[in-house]
């Protein structure tokens, strides 16, 4: 069976340094990821999506930059935090041509 | 444990019928509720939310929810659905700090 692992679970950072958010997939090959971002009182925004490995697209430009190393990683990352980047974070994937998202646990980012 | 449900894997409908998807959730504290949809080809994008006030909200294209806290549920409604509702429809519950999504509802209406 598939599953999504996403890690950290919460994060703490301050204004000015670098993250990493790693997600990866199991059980399944060439999946669609995807980064969604929570902000505090608002809906998920679609961060940036990736069909295939090196094929990034990125939905809202920003502070935020995403990689594809492999077929089943998908990083988000930032040189330099800002205070507006806190919020909560969640990785998903889909079968390439189909809809259903599956989702992983997600990652409460703070930055102070 | 922090849980979503949606009681319906798949359901078909056929045009002009009315709709409802159950969501049912278990969360400790306040809460803030979403039903997202994803249409054929497309991205996520949010029906309506519900962060206090009036249990019952609108959202686009029709869609209205309902939330009952003695029930901790959240239901997804539409009076009379087209054939361009087809699509995976999401409940999803935020606490203080994460973000649960159920597994998903698909929808077929039949023209």
């Known amino acids: 069976s598939q599953t999504i692992h996403q890690w950290p679970a919460t994060l703490v950072q301050p204004v000015g340094s670098p993250l990493s958010l790693e997600c990866t997939v199991e059980?399944?090959?060439?999946?669609?990821l995807y980064w969604y971002r929570q902000a505090a009182g608002r809906g998920l925004q679609l961060l940036f999506y990736?069909?295939?490995?090196?094929?990034i697209s990125s939905e809202v430009p920003q502070n935020l930059s995403a990689s594809r190393p492999q077929d089943r990683q998908f990083i988000l990352s930032s040189k330099k935090l800002l205070l507006s980047d806190s919020g909560f974070y969640l990785c998903?994937?889909?079968?390439?041509?189909?809809?259903?998202?599956?989702f992983g646990s997600g990652t409460q980012l703070s930055v102070l | 444990a922090q849980s979503v449900s949606q009681h319906n894997h798949h359901v078909i409908l056929s045009e002009a019928a009315s709709l409802e998807l159950g969501c049912n959730y278990s969360?400790?504290?306040?809460?803030?509720l979403f039903w997202y949809v994803q249409y054929p080809g497309q991205h996520l994008q949010l029906l309506l939310k519900y962060f206090s006030g009036d249990p019952l909200v609108k959202g686009i294209k029709g869609f209205e929810a309902e939330f009952i806290k003695s029930k901790f549920s959240f239901n997804l409604r539409k009076p009379s659905v087209q054939w361009s509702d087809t699509a995976e429809y999401f409940c999803a519950v935020a606490g203080n700090n994460d973000m649960r999504f159920g597994a998903g509802t698909r929808l077929t209406v039949k023209p």
């Open positions: 998903a994937w889909s079968v390439q041509g189909a809809e259903k998202l599956f």
């Open positions: 059980g399944t090959s060439n999946p669609n």
């Open positions: 969360y400790g504290g306040t809460v803030n």
């Open positions: 990736s069909v295939g490995i090196g094929q």
